[in-house]
């Protein structure tokens, strides 16, 4: 039996580094799959200290930045971008279980954290 000939290499993917706006795009709908969907309900409220539960708060909260952390970090090449993403996200969740800002600030800075990855990123 004759084998079939080899297919034919697949051409490379595009870089995102080269196409900041596809980059940013793929940014933002990782963050709201990483905060509307993948996030649990238990989440979203144990990850505030006070709120009670099983697991310590503190570790909800690094969790929920890691899936950030490693969405950003997959994306965009940069595991040292992932890291900055994990740390401000999870500080920026702590200001609003704090009480000191709410969800629409809240959301518009996670937004800009993505913008600033993709500044940075050309850099890196």
């Given at each position: 039996m004759i084998a079939p000939p080899p297919l034919p290499?697949?051409?490379?993917l595009p870089s995102v580094a080269s196409d900041p706006l596809g980059l940013l795009l793929l940014l933002v709908f990782a963050h709201f799959i990483g905060d509307?969907?993948?996030q649990s309900d238990r989440m979203a409220r144990e990850k505030c200290?006070?709120?009670?539960?099983?697991?310590?708060?503190?570790w909800w909260l690094a969790a929920?930045?890691?899936?950030?952390?490693?969405?950003v970090a997959l994306l965009t090449g940069a595991p040292l971008l992932g890291l900055a993403e994990a740390l401000l996200h999870a500080?920026?969740?702590r200001l609003k279980c704090a009480g000191r800002i709410g969800l629409p600030l809240d959301?518009?800075?996670h937004l800009?954290?993505?913008a600033l990855w993709v500044a940075l990123l050309p850099r890196l």
């Amino acid at each position: 039996m004759i084998a079939p000939p080899p297919l034919p290499p697949l051409p490379p993917l595009p870089s995102v580094a080269s196409d900041p706006l596809g980059l940013l795009l793929l940014l933002v709908f990782a963050h709201f799959i990483g905060d509307f969907v993948l996030q649990s309900d238990r989440m979203a409220r144990e990850k505030c200290p006070c709120r009670g539960g099983a697991v310590p708060w503190g570790w909800w909260l690094a969790a929920h930045g890691s899936t950030h952390g490693m969405a950003v970090a997959l994306l965009t090449g940069a595991p040292l971008l992932g890291l900055a993403e994990a740390l401000l996200h999870a500080l920026i969740d702590r200001l609003k279980c704090a009480g000191r800002i709410g969800l629409p600030l809240d959301q518009l800075l996670h937004l800009a954290c993505k913008a600033l990855w993709v500044a940075l990123l050309p850099r890196l």
